[in-house]
């Protein structure tokens, strides 16, 4: 083998390292939960913890309109 082509073969073999390790990197923030997977899931959880205070607060709200239609229909007051 010509050191031409040792260095060529060489050169070729660095270049799939690096194309190895930029996958590695790549799949590596992409599994990681501080990655955009974990990222999205924080973000769904947040949407969810939205939701479950929006339908506490609509449930509050009924149960007081509940309250006021109950104490007018039978004139007695809850306390």
């Known amino acids: 083998m010509s050191d031409f082509d040792f ?3 060489l050169s070729a073999v660095e270049r799939e390292i690096n194309k190895l390790k930029d996958g590695y990197q790549e799949l590596d923030s992409v599994v990681d939960p501080k990655g955009w997977i974990g990222e999205s899931f924080e973000l769904l959880d947040k949407d969810v913890e939205a ?3 929006e339908i506490s607060q609509l449930r509050q ?3 007081g ?3 006021a ?3 007018y229909l039978t004139g007695m007051n809850k306390n």
């Open 65 to 67: 309109k509940l309250d």
């Open 7 to 9: 260095h060529r073969r």
């Open 69 to 71: 239609i109950l104490q």
């Open 61 to 63: 709200e009924v149960n």
């Open 51 to 53: 939701v479950k205070q």
